[in-house]
C-alpha cells in the first residue's frame, strides 16, 4: 500500500497551502481533491487578506505576484443615512489589509505545487478515510478508473462544509455550533473600475450592500438578497439600480455600469464545531467553521488553521517540542480561541449592517451604534483591531 506521512483532503487554499508548507519542511504529503483542477481555479471568492494571511504567502514562497498585484488598503468605509465615514485601518492599528483575490491565490499555489513535482490528485471520486484514531490511518478513493488505498500518520481534513472528513466522525464526538441567517449576498464581478479605492460597507433600509473590488480595472459588488431568491428574478440591470439606490448620493455618482462576467447568491451562516481534532485526523477551514463574509474572515481562519497545523506537524516530525504540551494536542484550543473571537466580529458586524426585518425600532437602534462608532475612537480602534486581525494566539 503507498504510504505518505499527511493526507491532505482538499484542494482549495488551506489544503494547498499546507501542501506547500509541508513540502518545504521536507515533510511528505499527497493532495486529494474531488473537483479537476480546472473547477478549483475558476472558484470566485474572498478578497481581503489580513497581514498574517499575506506573511504565511510569503513563508510559503508564493507570494512574488500578490505583493506586485495586490491593492493595500489603510481603511474601510462604513456608509449609513445618506453619509459614510473612513474607519483609518492604519492609524488605529498600524496595519493594513490586502485586496488579492482567493482564486489568484489558488493558482499561486498550484503553480508552485506542481513546479516543485508535488502529489496532486484532482478528480479523486469517493474518497473515504478510516483508522484515524490509530496510529496509520487509511485514505481509500477512486482515481483514473482504479480504487486506491494510502496509508498515512495524520489526515488534513481540508474538504470544507460538505467534505466528507467531518462526516466521517461520530456523531457524539462532535459538538456543533449554528447560526442560520435569514438573507443571503448576491454579488456580480465586472470588468469596470471601483467605485471607490477602498471597500464600502453600506447600511440602508432597503439591505445591505459592500462595493469591493478585484484590481483597478474589476469590481466586486454584493447585496442583500433573501434566501429564495433566484439569480434569474435578478438581470444586471435590476442589480445596479438596486446598488445605487443603497449607496450615498456622493459615492453612487461614482458607480460605473457594465456586464457581469460571474454572478452568485451566497446564504450567511455562522459555523462550528468543537473539538477539531480526532485522533489523527485534524479539521481546517471550512470543514470545522464558517463565518459570514461581512468581516472577511473565511480564508484568514482558515489560514490560521493552516499555520498551527504545519507548526505542529514540523515539531512533531523534528521531535523538537521544547514546551509541557506538543503543539499538535494545542491545535484545537490554539484555533479555536481564534475562531471564536473572529464569529463574534463577524456575528456584531453583520448584525450592524444587515436589515433583519422591517421593525423599524431596530434600523434606528443599527444607526445609533453606526453613529456612535463614528465619534468613539475607542470603538473604532475595536473595530479596526478585528478586521486587519487579532494577534496569533501563543502556545501554552
Known sequence: MPRTQVAIIGAGPSGLLLSRLLSLNGIDNVVLERQSSEHVTARIRAGVLEQGTVDLLVQAQVGERMLK??????????????????VD?????????????QTEVTKDLIDALHVAGAQLIFEAAEVSIEGFERANPTVRY??????????????AGCDGYHGVCRRSLPPAAVQSFERVYPFGWLGILADVPPV?????????????????????????????????????????SRFWDELRRRLPERIAQSLVRGPSIEKSIAPLRSFVVEPMRFGRLFLVGDAAHIVPPTGAKGLNLAAADVRVLHQGLVEHYAGTCSGTRALLDQYSELCLRRIWKAVRFSWWFTSIMHKFSDDAFNHRVQLAELDYLSGSSAALTSLAENYVGLPFEKPR
Open 69 to 86: 498585484d495586490r491593492l493595500v488598503h489603510d481603511g474601510v468605509s462604513l456608509a449609513f443615512s445618506g453619509r459614510s465615514i473612513r
Open 89 to 101: 485601518l492604519k492609524a488605529l492599528t498600524g496595519s493594513s489589509v490586502s485586496v488579492y483575490g
Open 142 to 155: 477512486r482515481h483514473g478508473g482504479r480504487s486506491h488505498e494510502l496509508s498515512c500518520d495524520f489526515i
Open 196 to 236: 471607490d479605492h477602498e471597500l464600502i460597507y453600506s447600511n440602508h433600509e432597503r439591505g445591505f450592500a459592500l462595493c469591493s473590488m478585484r484590481s483597478p480595472t474589476r469590481s466586486r459588488y454584493y447585496v442583500q438578497c433573501t434566501v429564495e431568491d433566484k439569480l434569474e428574478a435578478w438581470p444586471d
